[in-house]
């Protein structure tokens, strides 16, 4: 088993069995989309219409509650020092502990969604594109809340910074995802429009995220 | 055998290796017998045979809650009275109501989208079962983070106690707000309006459902025993290494 | 080999914690680094293991391997025991031993040699501070590296536990290892040069500069 491999598989492990598992990430990615009724009022064709976004923000509030972790278990246990001498280079080390959160918390969210979109009248075609939006942005999500993660992993009230630093950086990914998502039932954009975007921002942070994130922890070296 | 002498793990066990078996049999003969009936039970004038979702749907919601209400009970029993099996059976219970609940969701998400052309409406039934379904994810999560479930049990208990809330707005949403789904006709004052060949099957299926419980319920609470004799002893050899 | 440091100083939230500390320590040779709580015992190490930067002076390592860095090729066992309570014991070290690109052969060893090899599928989270200690130190001898900085290692310790690491330590001197251990005890092993931090009370005005090392006495015991 190469370095790599065996940081994503322990990764993915701890992520499986600490506390609720893979379920916490699901449950509070329900409750925020049951909320939303709740606050918006049971109009169906309302709730049908903006959907996909809530869909999208229940999304990136359940990936960002998991970040908070990413970095700072290991820092705390002395984990994070001894990865660092291990001879691997950081910014792959990010990746590949940034592939283990999106393997644990994005996917069962992927796999949940239809189910969820059930709830709020969402249509077969609009799940199909969300699904997909899905799909392609949440690692976006991950990569660029490592940087947040990261630069956050020294403090002790990290959390609510982390979700203020990320939260605006993931703000372009959240426009042509959602924007992609609605294309796919609606037009006048065509669904490959806001999606090659998306493609685009998740490509770009799966390449600066693990760079800007392995500076940012670097810094923790005085 | 009175119930207090229950109380200890050790006899429970006992009890319950002998009684499983037997409520196992039992569950099985009422469930042929109800689902026998059920069958006979005509069809309706409107929907056809789509109405016998029925005999799945409200047994389970009545399930839902019951069980619930059992958590409720454990939970007393493990602030008030330090009952030593009370969060054992409130352990063992969440996953069990919690599928009677997913059950009772999608039996009539599936039964509402040919009456109401949708898979779901945010009315105050609907919803409040849904809260009941995510109340019960909760408290499972909760058992889940604390490794020692002894000591979660307190912890469960508050929210199970909170989340009790919950049980008499299901049960009068209906009569509450304006609501899509229908209103009350087995359990309510001036005795039910269900026409007997329909209620038969299902008084029959709802004591089918629970028999079902008490059974999971009997053998959960088993596993849970042994799991946590299970740890101790897991505990006592790594200490016993050195 | 050779580990070799000059005129190295250290400061930690504007305090000069020490400054003129050196030393050279060759293949088969340990140093103890002694002093009061706060002398910067934790701070020397974690200079020599890449974590912290000196604020002045120079450290270097020859006859090493030129492709890695000294951190690479030193091993950290410092107050934390970097165990994760969810894995069981054996997969925490199987995971440093492939994150070290060691082979799988050497854990079942390690974890026997330090007496955790009846447990090893238990979960970490039942060790105690003692086990969780020696967890740490498999891992130093699961994985072959040259050069050991050991923060209190013996901390938690008891005494078949201290008996056990002064063992292995002898060993790898006796392999053509270096050891750093910054301890408040002895580390009984013979020959242990020693490196005193403590000084005189510097001036309670932080990063006025007066905070000085000893004249960095590294005294042979005679062997």
């Given at each position: 088993m190469t370095p790599l491999t065996a940081l994503l598989v322990r990764d993915m492990r701890i992520a499986v069995r600490v506390?609720?598992?893979?379920m916490i990430g699901v449950l509070f990615f329900v409750v925020v989309v049951t909320l939303t009724p709740f606050a918006v009022g049971p109009d169906l064709a309302l709730l049908k219409r903006i959907g996909p976004a809530i869909l999208w923000l229940a999304a990136l509030l359940a990936s960002l509650l998991a970040l908070d972790r990413l970095f700072a278990s290991d820092h705390e246990d002395g984990s994070l020092d001894l990865i660092l001498t291990g001879g691997s280079p950081l910014e792959l080390v990010i990746a590949a502990k940034g592939l283990a959160h999106w393997l644990t918390t994005a996917i069962p969210l992927i796999v949940a969604a239809p189910l969820i979109g059930l709830l709020l009248d969402i249509e077969p075609p609009a799940q199909a594109g969300l699904v997909l939006t899905l799909l392609v942005g949440t690692p976006a999500l991950t990569f660029i809340g490592a940087v947040g993660a990261a630069i956050a992993v020294?403090?002790?009230?990290g959390g609510m910074l982390l979700a203020i630093i990320v939260l605006p950086l993931t703000v372009p990914v959240l426009i042509f995802g959602v924007a992609a998502a609605n294309a796919a039932v609606a037009g006048?954009?065509?669904?490959g429009t806001p999606f090659t975007v998306l493609c685009a921002l998740t490509l770009a942070s799966l390449v600066i995220g693990p760079f800007a994130a392995a500076a940012a922890l670097r810094l923790d070296i005085e | 055998m009175r119930l207090s002498e229950l109380a200890n793990p050790s006899r429970f066990l006992r009890t319950a290796n002998l009684a499983i078996p037997w409520l196992a049999g039992a569950t099985a003969i009422v469930f042929a017998f109800a689902i026998y009936r059920a069958m006979l039970a005509p069809d309706d004038y409107q929907q056809g045979a789509t109405v016998k979702i029925m005999f799945l749907h409200v047994p389970s919601a009545w399930l839902g809650m019951l069980c619930w209400g059992l958590m409720t009970i454990a939970a007393l029993g493990t602030l008030v009275w330090r009952h030593p099996l009370a969060d054992v059976a409130a352990k063992a219970a969440a996953p069990l109501g919690a599928a009677f609940t997913l059950l009772c969701l999608v039996t009539g998400s599936l039964w509402g989208r040919p009456e109401w052309g949708t898979y779901w409406v945010w009315d105050a039934r609907l919803t409040s079962e849904l809260i009941l379904f995510l109340l019960y994810l909760g408290v499972i999560a909760l058992w889940r983070t604390v490794e020692d479930a002894s000591r979660a049990a307190r912890a469960v208990a508050i929210l199970t106690l909170v989340g009790a809330i919950d049980l008499p707005i299901i049960k009068f949403s209906v009569d509450w707000w304006n609501t899509l789904h229908q209103g009350a006709s087995v359990f309510r004052l001036g005795g039910s309006t269900v026409d007997p060949t329909i209620l038969i099957p299902l008084l029959l299926m709802a004591a089918a459902f629970t028999l079902l419980f008490v059974t999971l319920l009997l053998a959960a609470m088993r596993n849970e025993i042994l799991r946590r004799r299970v740890r101790t002893l897991r505990l006592l050899q790594a200490s016993a290494t050195g | 080999m050779r580990l070799s440091a000059v005129d190295l100083a250290c400061r930690r939230g504007g305090r000069d914690v020490f400054a003129g500390i050196g030393f050279h320590l060759a293949a088969g040779q340990a140093l103890a680094v002694t002093g009061r709580?706060?002398?910067?015992k934790s701070s020397l190490l974690r200079i020599v293991g890449g974590f912290l930067r000196p604020a002045g002076g120079r450290l270097w390592l020859e006859g090493g391997d030129p492709e890695f860095s000294i951190a690479e090729q030193a091993h950290y066992l410092g107050h934390q025991d970097a165990v994760k309570p969810s894995l069981s014991v054996a997969e925490n070290l199987h995971f440093w031993a492939a994150f070290f690109g060691a082979g799988m052969t050497k854990v079942q060893d390690a974890l026997g040699a330090v007496g955790l090899g009846g447990i090893a599928a238990l979960p970490a989270a039942y060790l105690s501070a003692g086990q969780r200690r020696r967890l740490s130190i498999a891992r130093l001898l699961a994985v072959k590296r040259p050069i050991w900085l050991l923060d209190?290692?013996?901390?938690?310790?008891d005494a078949a536990g201290r008996d056990r690491l002064t063992g292995f330590m002898q060993s790898h001197l006796a392999g053509g290892g270096l050891i750093l251990a910054a301890t408040?005890?002895?580390?009984?092993?013979?020959g242990a040069q020693e490196l005193s931090l403590d000084e005189k009370i510097p001036s309670a005005l932080p990063g006025d500069g007066l905070g000085r090392g000893s004249e960095a006495t590294v005294g042979a015991v005679t062997p």
């Open positions: 506390g609720g598992g893979a020294t403090l002790r009230r006048p954009v065509p669904f | - | 709580n706060g002398a910067g209190e290692p013996a901390s938690t310790l408040h005890g002895a580390l009984g092993l013979g």
